[in-house]
């Protein structure tokens, strides 16, 4: 089965902190994504990468940064969080041009 | 623009009752369509993916179906634990996905 992990269920974090969202998949994927999910608004992609020390902006990156060191690990770094950052945190990963394999998520709230 | 609508946006059935989800969508050059279910505070599982109008896909009491401008997502006799949101997305270059809102279905006995 495929596995894709995420570091953290539940991130509280204060207004102007770095943070770091780690994002762990155990299929030798090419393609990794970064997407938030809102009520109302669903699934926006944030970054997405199809290659080690690859990545493209999605439809959302502004606040957001990337890295991606190695295949199986993609981060998202929000460099000075924010309250309008609040949101479920979701990674995915997939091979070229097939379905996405979901992480659990990670619920963030800044105050 | 590439776009999905799903709807209808809140679907409650009784327990045995079949329905439809229906995903529209545009997009330039429809690479796949796909079907996700989503239990509240987890991430979205993957159904099913679709290529071509006319292309069908089973599974227990879910059956996808595809045409040229829309899929929908048939659900035959269903049980409380089908209750969850059902997200359709269609592939946009170079590998994304576009989602639609979803549909949040409720089963009850």
């Known amino acids: 089965d495929v596995k894709v992990t995420q570091s953290s269920r539940y991130l509280v974090k204060r207004t102007g902190e770095k943070v770091f969202l780690e994002c762990v998949q155990d299929?030798?994927?090419?393609?990794m994504f970064w997407y938030r999910q809102d009520p109302g608004l669903g699934l926006r992609l944030i970054y997405f990468?199809?290659?080690?020390?690859?990545?493209e902006k999605g439809d959302i990156p502004e606040g957001y940064s990337v890295s991606r060191e190695k295949k199986e690990r993609f981060s998202l770094i929000l460099e000075s969080a924010s309250t309008n950052q609040t949101s479920m945190y979701l990674c995915?990963?997939?091979?070229?041009?097939?379905?996405?394999?979901f992480g659990p998520g990670t619920r963030l709230t800044v105050t | 623009e590439d776009q999905v609508t799903q709807s209808p946006e809140a679907l409650r059935l009784q327990e045995g009752e079949s329905s439809s989800l229906n995903c529209s969508y545009t997009?330039?050059?429809?690479?796949?369509l796909f079907w996700y279910r989503q239990d509240p505070g987890k991430g979205p599982e993957f159904l099913f993916t679709?290529?071509?109008a006319g292309e069908e896909k089973e599974k227990e009491r879910l059956k996808a179906t595809l045409t040229k401008k829309e899929s929908f997502l048939h659900i035959t006799a269903p049980k409380p634990e089908d209750s969850a949101t059902y997200l359709c997305?269609?592939?946009?270059?170079?590998?994304?996905?576009?989602f639609g809102t979803g549909t949040r279905l409720q089963v009850f006995p």
């Open positions: 995915a990963s997939s091979r070229p041009g097939r379905e996405q394999y």
């Open positions: 299929m030798d994927h090419e393609n």
């Open positions: 990468s199809y290659d080690v020390k690859m990545k």
């Open positions: 997009v330039s050059g429809l690479r796949g």
């Open positions: 679709l290529y071509s």
């Open positions: 997305a269609v592939q946009a270059p170079p590998d994304k996905l576009i």
